[in-house]
């Protein structure tokens, strides 16, 4: 079944809930959707929000790059050899994970539509439902606790709260939610590389007795190493998040001893599904965590993150919250969400609807 045609554009959307992070303000975002359609009538949809803090790649940058030529040779090629598509971009698109996200996914989606199965049962289901966190940026107390109550309301059982900007008052925060919920939400903490060393150390001191589930990137980029002055306990509550790129960097960051016990794979940091499942083996035979992750994303490419999360075996945690909180989307279904749990689509594909209210 050969290619008919390939569209691409950059949507702006904004957010019902800007929030603060250690180094940033999120009150908006641009996401890249990829439509590849084949001569049947079906079309995969993809889609990507690089951060360019993290990888270098922007939006604007992933936009630019889906309009070049080269994207428009895919007309004509067979939908069977997706893969091989997918190594001629990575050759055209180095270092470029937005670029190659929207790429894999939207050829992932049509492929499994063309062959009838779910993306997740392309590689072997694993699970079927695990509960995702949902976050809270960096606000006062009294602020936390009212959006965490509401979130409990809504039948979430994990928050995940941003930190990384004053430990003290971080250590102040997390102590009053776990004082409000304990028992009844986990909470995980997200530094964003907001924390230094000695930061880090006094946090986990304050904090030993609240069973916080899990540390995200504490430190900034370069300073893994001295995670290794902790004791191996403690290392393995810790997420790597900004220090994990592709495959390099969770082979280095995978040596025994590992400075992280968990890795927080995200599609638009590696590049895809190819690229999360290359990390996701690394780890595995490492005995390290997957956790996944997201930026504010569309819900085409949360489920593509959600169908290679199911597919991993050593699959533990999940932050797929990205498009919760888009005032609006161009894409409906792929996934479901009840009581905080997530299930894939097993609709072929990843079971994308487009939205025919917004949809361009």
């Known amino acids: 079944m050969k290619i008919r045609s390939v569209r691409s554009w950059l949507q702006h959307l904004p957010l019902t809930k800007p929030y603060t ?20 009538g079906l079309v995969g ?12 790649e922007t939006p604007a940058d992933t936009a630019a790059n889906l309009q070049q030529n080269f ?40 492929f499994c539509q063309f062959i009838g199965i779910p993306v997740v049962d392309l590689y072997g289901r694993k699970m079927n439902g695990l509960p995702t966190s949902i976050t809270i940026g960096i606000k006062e107390t009294a602020e936390m606790i009212e959006e965490a109550t509401s979130y409990l309301l809504e039948g979430f059982r994990i928050i995940k709260i941003k930190t990384g900007l004053n430990v003290e008052e971080d250590i102040e925060r997390v102590s009053k939610l776990h004082e409000s919920f304990a028992g009844k939400l986990k909470i995980r903490v997200d530094a964003n590389t907001g924390y230094s060393i000695e930061d880090l150390k006094r946090f986990l001191h304050e904090t030993r007795q609240l069973s916080i589930e899990l540390i995200e990137q504490p430190l900034a980029v370069g300073k893994e190493h001295e995670l290794m002055s902790l004791p191996a306990a403690q290392r393995t509550l810790l997420a790597a998040d900004e220090s994990l790129l592709g495959a390099t960097s969770a082979l280095q960051l995978s040596q025994s001893p590992s400075p992280f016990g968990i890795f927080n794979i995200k599609l638009m940091k590696c590049g895809g599904i190819r690229a999360a499942r290359e990390i996701a083996c690394i780890a595995a035979n490492a005995g390290i965590d997957l956790f996944w992750g997201c930026n504010d994303e569309s819900m085409a490419s949360i489920a593509g993150a959600l169908h290679t999360a199911y597919s991993c075996s ?12 888009l005032a609006g989307d161009l894409v409906k279904k792929g996934f479901m969400v009840k009581e905080g749990y997530m299930y894939c689509s097993d609709l072929p594909g990843f079971g994308l609807q487009k939205n025919n209210d917004v949809f361009l």
């Open 71 to 110: 994207v428009q040779q895919f007309l004509g090629r067979d939908i069977r050899h997706f893969n091989q598509l997918i190594d001629e971009a990575l050759i055209q698109f180095p270092d470029l994970p937005g670029t190659i996200a929207a790429i894999d996914l939207a050829l992932h989606d049509a």
């Open 21 to 40: 992070i250690a180094y940033n303000v999120i009150e908006d975002t641009e996401i890249i959707f990829l439509e590849i359609e084949l001569e049947n």
């Open 314 to 325: 050593n699959t533990k945690y999940l932050d797929l919250d990205g498009s919760f909180d």
């Open 45 to 56: 949809i993809g889609a990507s929000n690089p951060s360019p803090e993290v990888v270098g």
